[in-house]
Structures are given as structure tokens and as C-alpha cells.
């Protein structure tokens, strides 16, 4: 069973800092792309960051300068380092998987970051 776990949202002041982090399981094929996605209340889905197996990375220019996406490949892992937050990211932070072969994706179930100005 194929489970994507995030953690690490939550409340924070404007200015401060969060880690989100992605732990995955039971996925059987190599992962290419890695990446967090968020959702606000009537807003659609929108790519935060994304990086390759490779290192590649890709920012949404709202966030450039201000989020560091990295992975762990040997425990297929994903994190967000979150700075200078703004209220304006506040949202569900999903995290996504697609694997290299067959481009099969995965969700996580999203986790909340509140930020309060």
C-alpha cells in the first residue's frame, strides 16, 4: 500500500519558519520527480516546488528566495524548508511522487500551514 505521510504544518507568525517533511512507502518503481503542492480555501492547486532524482529543482516564483525543496533519495524523502513565511501561504501543502517508470502519481493528504500576520 502506497502511503505519502506529511508532516511538520502548522501555526507560525509572518517572518517565521517552517520544515515540512514527506516520508513515503510501498512504492515499488524508482521516483523521478519529488514535490510540494498547495491549495487555499477557493483557490486551485498550485506547484509550491518540485525536484528531480537529479537535483533539479523548480519554484513557483512566489516562493523563490524564500523555500529550499530538498529529498533523500535512499529513504525517499522529501522536505520544504519554509522562510520568510507570508500570510499569503497559508494553505494545504501536498506533497506529490511520480515515479520513473509508467509516471504514476501519488498525493499525500495534505497538511496545514496557518500563517498569522
Known amino acids: 500500500q502506497v502511503q505519502l505521510v506529511e508532516s511538520g504544518g502548522g501555526l507560525v507568525q509572518a517572518g517565521g519558519s517552517l520544515r515540512l517533511s514527506c516520508s513515503t512507502s510501498g512504492i515499488i518503481f524508482s521516483i523521478d520527480v519529488m514535490g510540494w503542492y498547495r491549495q487555499a480555501p477557493g483557490k486551485q492547486r498550485e506547484l509550491v516546488a518540485s525536484i528531480t532524482s537529479g537535483g533539479i529543482t523548480d519554484y513557483a516564483d512566489s516562493v523563490k528566495g524564500r523555500f529550499a525543496i530538498s529529498r533523500d533519495n535512499a529513504k525517499n524523502t522529501v522536505y520544504l524548508q519554509m522562510n520568510s513565511l507570508k500570510p499569503e501561504d497559508t494553505a494545504d501543502y501536498y506533497c506529490?511522487?511520480?515515479?520513473?517508470?509508467?509516471?504514476?502519481?501519488?498525493w499525500g493528504k495534505g497538511t496545514l500551514v496557518t500563517v498569522s500576520s
Open positions: 506529490h511522487v511520480r515515479t520513473l517508470a509508467y509516471n504514476r502519481n501519488y
